[in-house]
């Protein structure tokens, strides 16, 4: 078999055979039993004792949900006052300047809600400074908040009834200091010696062999690029992400970089199995997912190996598949395997160009995040399947006309209004996004903005509405890859993005806990043989038709418009 | 009330967790990396003590004695890396890809189209590929043995000499690095 097909397939056995010891060992974190970490206790306390946390006492949702966006909320300012000021903060070797006030709007949100949207290139749109302090740092924190909010639905859903989430400041230091922390100093560690830069080094200048002056981009990279990857941040040092060959150096880097990406959504799938001590449940959901999965990763690559079928009429074989916007360390296998997995976890780095991906490829990128719950992004992921669940639960329930439970709880008509609205939400903002879009492009193409509409699209056609399309829908995943041809960083784009990624990041997180909150309250039922089986295959395969029907039904449209109209027109 | 039990708790473990996650760990990893290749400073290569580039930086190779490199949308800028983000059906990035492969084939003209391997009429991700395959050098053997007056087969041996195997012989693709086998190819004689 061909080696590039191998690497794609040890690589997803690793990053499933690595993540099922990392779930055992979050579930005991979080359950407060004992594990080899356990020496980092006293700094925990330390951390607690001088912000004058009390890390014991418990949180209802309301509570839970309070000190999570009022943390959010400062960051929010401190990484835009930040931007804003670079140019004369320290760190700054290669001189790059202040960041304009509404890309520092979207950078800040966008990093903030574990986006990494990036209207600008690493290079010269940021400094040392705010590489670390803003989107370093926001890459650790913001993906710690997911974990949290995660693990406050475990809570729920392990007691019969209580008001108790859990202490959100504990939940969320201790998935920095015990898994986030640890793992990305040892993935840091690798990538260092395998050839990503990692000291504070400015640009450096060199003369080619063949005579061409050329300046080279640095910085301390490394530890920048593990986060991005182990918290699904996806943001990149470099304008280039993770087809630059400093931020991604070999294919065993690209191996690492994929694992790392993909171990957390995993694990945490596992560690809630467990957690609440259902492990079929995590099983039966595991199993959901990695199906709809496949159904994305196995034509992706089939059609990425294959080549562009236009470049196959100028009479070129193309052995090594559809290479435009592609590495050759990688090759178009693996490329497009990744191309996938960012999507559907929400990392939102990229090893190749999805742009130049062939239109049915960009297809399924694009579906990977209209769904955004298969395994998902970090902590979040798992809040994005609970929706689907208590749509499913709420349907199957209708079906055999029985009050729908879930878990032993009652679900009743406020818990299904909030799914209801969560999931109506995103076809709301992602549509009707790409369609003002649409408009300013066709109706105002001369705006006097820093990219005028009209110059907006990379490429005509289908093809451009894509790129729109693409822009919204990653951004409300809170994904961050992008269609990279659209012409992005100007008051348009980095407003109406802004807005749809803060959406898109806290309603989706507010939205489950509260139903988790809401159901935990709630009188427990004994299960009895008229209860519907929540681990049960059958409950698995109306949980995955119903996540089919609804993407279908929201997002036919313009896919349509978009990549199969391009498709049909080869 | 809000103040005390919100604001203050998050000020201050922002603060630490500035510390922690800006300052201690960036600085942990460049430590640690001083021991790596290149010291984290990224890894050069050198010909004669002098510098001529980074191992893992791809860089334009246009002219007809050495092997070519990728076409790229940035030409090999290393302080400002993208790819060109053409869709597969753009008419002028088929035009693009239509005119390399003319302009290829005058430089090369005993090359047969269909072999030009597809890496060297389009743009990579970075554009700053540091690779080719196997294929995409040996393609050029025949103009290169002309102009340098070297027997073929000596070159031909040259790149599978380059040429680094799949990651640990099973995984990934085969490929060659495009600055360390013209370096190679000056070294010949």
Redesign the interface.
Known sequence: MNTELIGVIVTFLLTVLLAYPLAKYIAKVFAGERTFTDFMNPMERFIYRISGIDSKKGMNWKEFLTAMLMINMLWLFYAFFLLLNQASLPLNPDGNPNMAPDLSFNTAISFLVNCNLQHYSGEIGLTYFTQLFVITFLQFVSAATGIAAAVALFNGLKHKTTENLGNFWDIFTKSITRILLPVSIVIAVILAFNGSPASYDGKDSIVTLQGDTVAVSRGPAAGMIAIKHLGTNGGGWFGANSAHPLENPTYFTGMLELIAQMIIPIAMLFALGFYIRRKKFAYMIFAVMTIGMLFLIVPTINWEMHGNPEIAKMGIMQATGAMEGKEVRFGPAISGYWSIVTTIISTGSVNSMHDSSMPLSGMMQMLGMLINAFYGGCGVGILNYYIYIIIAVFIGGLMVGRTPEFMGHKVEAREVKIAALVTLLSAFLIKGGTALAAYYFVQHGNADWAVKPSAWLNNPGNHGFSEMFYEFTSSNANNGSGFEGLGDNNIFWNVTTGFVLLLGRFLPIIGPVAIAGLLAKKKYIPESSGTLKVDSATFGILTFAIIIIITALSYFPPLVLGPIAEYLGM | MIM?K?????????L???V????L??L???A?????????????VM?NGK?????????????DK?FWS?PSAVD????????????????D??KQ??DR?DTFLVHNPTVN???????L?????????????P??AKVQVKRIAAIRKIDEAKLISLVDQQTEK??LG????S?VNV?KL??AL?QLK
């Open positions: 005390k919100y604001v203050w708790p998050s000020v201050k473990l922002t630490v967790l500035i922690i996650c800006s300052v760990y960036p942990l990893i460049a640690v990396a001083k021991l790596a290749p290149g010291g984290g400073k990224g890894e050069t010909v510098v001529v580039g980074y191992a893992k930086i791809g860089q334009k190779f246009t002219d050495y990728r090999y800028n290393a302080a400002g890396s993208a790819g060109s983000n053409k869709g597969p059906t753009n008419p990035y088929l890809v239509q492969i189209k269909e072999k030009i391997p597809a890496e009429v389009t743009a990579s991700g970075s554009g700053l590929d540091p690779d080719l395959s294929a995409g799949p990651f099973m995984f990934g693709p490929k600055l013209n370096i000056d």
